[in-house]
């Protein structure tokens, strides 16, 4: 598709969907936990499973995804995936049963995979190709939003309603995302690669083997990161307690993120994805080893908590930027919705794990397995830099040969 049309206004419109869209589905059990569970009577382990049962959701039809892009395109995948997401608050509001506030968060799960950020993206690179990276970024910049925005907006519905009204609202916010996407040109059906003379023989074989190798290593990335991140982030108020820090220090977190991902956007998305991969997958575990000293002065734990949010942001962009250095842009969104798939399942996992690695463990214990996860992250974060020499490495390189 053409570049072109990726317009300021269509990439504001799809950042506006991922705010809203990841406000009203992964930050609202946050924000009415506490009102679903006084006012119904159900469990902590039952309210809050809704989420665990969405990200397995997202998990099993995530293969999925790459074949909706392909039969209808990525605004139309975006939209169905948007409705599902309104439906599912809207029964969420209605329900009185443990057993349909569940079937409710199946219906949102299956939206969620449908219109968040990993549909977004496969919807940008449709419509500008390998020119996606620096809206990808912006758009990043607008969803990091979200849980600054409706974290409060709940808060402030749950003092003037109860909380079926106010999931009723945003059922309607999931309506006014659906309007932005209405205002996004169509990105069409994606022309399916077309075979040519150099698709045959060896050279085309060991060039499939090296993609698929790279997918493997990618797929394993994103399973780390992802289970770290859901994980940490799950728990974080409690690791914040624990080192006797006001829950306000928690806003350096979303402090590193935004601020990370609007720097790569004022830098105008210089830094390939390679090298952005590199710097994450090492600063990872060096943030939590600074959390580690956190028990002897409160500075390494506020350093902790900037510099963690900073490299979770980045993450994100890593996440959808790397798959395109990789795979290109024909195939986008068919092997991210294959290779991401297992990351759901493990993200679904990770709030549990943590928990038990927390009550076993404690919290310096849970940060040194987590440099542990991190050190795995740096050394397939080398071996993918490795296996795909940066365009500007190899650039360098010429010209000191010359």
Known sequence: MSGGRLTGRTVFCIGMTQLINWGITFYMPGAFGTAVMAETGWSAVVTFSGLTVAMLVMGLVSPLSGLFVARAGGRTMMMAGTLCISGGCFLMALTHSAVMWIAAWVLTGAGMRFALYDAAFALLVAMAGVHARRSISLVTLLGGLASAVFWPVGAALLRITDWRHAVFIYAGAGLVSLLFLCAVPSDGRPALPVAGPSD??????????????????????IVLLSFVSTGVSTHFPQILAAYGMPAL????WGAGQVGARLLDVVSGARISALRLNLITGIALPLCFLTGLAGHFTPAATAVFVLGYGAVNGLSTVVKAALPLTLFGSQHYARKTGILLSPAFFL??????????????AGIPGTLLVSVVLGLLVTMVSVILWLRHPDPVTLKTSCIRKL
């Open 249 to 252: 220090t928690g806003m350096l």
């Open 200 to 221: 045959a023989g060896e050279g085309r074989a060991t060039e499939n083997r090296r993609t698929m190798i790279s997918g493997l290593w990618y797929a394993t990335l």
């Open 347 to 360: 993200a679904a996992l990770a709030p549990s794990a943590y928990a038990f690695l927390l009550e076993r």
